[in-house]
């Protein structure tokens, strides 16, 4: 491992035809390509990715619309990012890399890889939104009318549950509102658009180079969790990826080894 004194970070900026794409970059060697979840930004995987670019070359872009990424789309969607970071890659001249995503960056790490499945040498996910998955839809009822305009549910929340749970809905609400993009990916859109758009990871050809990362203690009942992906388990923490951030990176070094990705000397 490089002294972390060595290490540079850089930051870029390409147009694509979707808007303007931002990432940050450091490191050299094998590619590692990070992505931010749904309420976040690149910010969330900026302290993991310092860490193993002391070995690895790591990117974390802020998707479309999200972030310092600007966007021209007047619709948002998985294979817009998807096409986005196409674009990036592209343009860099990577020809394989692995993903590393959370929540909405692991479904658009997913379906790049069911996109481009020569170009994923692996996939780490953690809580993966996007899979083929019944609940996947039904989990998001309450966020689409929390967003919506003449939705009635923050005055509902106050018969029903007290000032407490109005002021619990009304910071949920804030939260979503901060980020259209995510609202439109995730629930904003017509259901056969978002369904088409579902991966079943057990069909992906490199289902051998994947695992997801699960916060212990244990997530509650209805948290995204893959059943049929290996899972390692690791401490959850107040950090913006919700997990110990040090440990994350431990875990991720493991699993790189375990596909033969090995450090820059």
């Known amino acids: 491992m490089k002294p972390s004194q060595e290490i540079v970070m850089r930051t870029g900026r390409l147009k694509v035809p ?95 890889a069911q996109q481009h499945p020569r170009q994923v040498q692996g996939l780490a996910l953690v809580e993966p939104e996007g899979w083929v998955n019944p609940q996947a839809v039904r989990r998001w009822r309450l966020d689409r009318w929390l967003v919506s305009p003449l939705s009635p549910l923050i005055t509902l929340a106050a018969w029903l549950g007290g000032k407490g749970r109005q002021r619990t809905w009304q910071r949920r609400r804030h939260t979503l509102r901060q980020a259209p993009a995510a609202c439109q990916i995730l ?47 690791v401490a959850a923490a107040d950090t913006p990826l919700g997990l110990d951030e040090a440990a994350t990176a431990t875990t991720l070094r493991q699993f790189l080894a375990t596909i033969l990705l090995t450090p820059t000397l």
């Open 187 to 233: 629930f904003r859109r017509r259901l056969a658009d978002i369904l088409a758009e579902q991966v079943d990871p057990s069909q992906l050809p490199n289902l051998g180079a994947m695992v997801q990362i699960i916060p212990s203690p244990q997530p509650q009942p209805g948290a995204p969790v893959l059943p049929m992906i290996p899972a390692e388990v």
């Open 18 to 112: 979707s808007g303007t794409l931002f990432w940050h970059e450091a490191g050299r060697g094998e590619t590692l390509i990070f992505l931010h979840g749904a309420w976040q930004d690149s910010g969330q995987w900026l302290p993991v990715m310092q860490t193993l670019a002391a070995d690895y070359h790591c990117l974390v872009p802020d998707l479309i619309g999200f972030g310092e990424s600007t966007s021209a789309a007047t619709v948002h969607s998985v294979d817009l990012e998807v096409e986005a970071l196409r674009t990036l890659l592209q343009a860099l001249r990577i020809s394989r890399c692995v993903f590393v995503g959370h929540s909405l960056g692991a479904w658009v790490a997913l379906r790049y």
